[in-house]
Structure formats: C-alpha cells, structure tokens
C-alpha cells in the first residue's frame, strides 16, 4: 500500500483539434481539492489521496475521469458533447 500523498500531478488539457482550453475544472474525486485550467491549457493539483481520480469537466464537453495510478503529468483531450 503507498501511503504517498502529496503526489503533484500536472498537465495540459486540449479540445480534438489540439488547441488548449482554458478554464477547465480538474478535481480530485471524493474531495473538494481542484485546479483551473490557465491560459495554455495547464493544471497542476496536490493530491490529497494516494489512488486519486481526476474528474476533468468543461461546459459543451463530456466529462472524464481519469485514474492517476503514479503518473506525474497526465494530458486529456476533452471531446465535443454535440449530440447527434
């Protein structure tokens, strides 16, 4: 069992066409701890868990959580919510 906490992981988040979107919700899940996205598409969160899911969330796209298992640097491309 890895009692590691305060892991830091960080990255960038991008639409399909590769362009950075800014002002996307990361949160750890299960917590209240989250970052925003900047500019350029990057985040950086300290985990408060030692097996934490990410739930990356943007108005117009579908949202995705992603298992962190020890990665430092995690890059999501968030798809289109356009139904139909």
Not at 48 to 62: D, E, H, M, N, Q
Request: glycine share 10%; proline share 1%.
């Amino acid at each position: 069992i890895y009692a590691q906490v305060e892991q830091t992981v960080s990255g960038v988040v991008k639409d399909v066409a590769g362009e950075p979107l800014i002002g996307v919700s990361v949160l750890e899940v299960g917590t209240s701890n989250g970052a925003i996205t900047d500019l350029d598409g990057k985040y950086t969160l300290t985990l408060t868990k030692s097996k934490s899911v990410l739930a990356f969330s943007y108005i117009g796209y579908v949202q995705q959580n992603i298992h962190v298992d020890g990665r430092k640097n995690i890059t999501v491309v968030m798809k289109d919510d356009a139904i139909g």
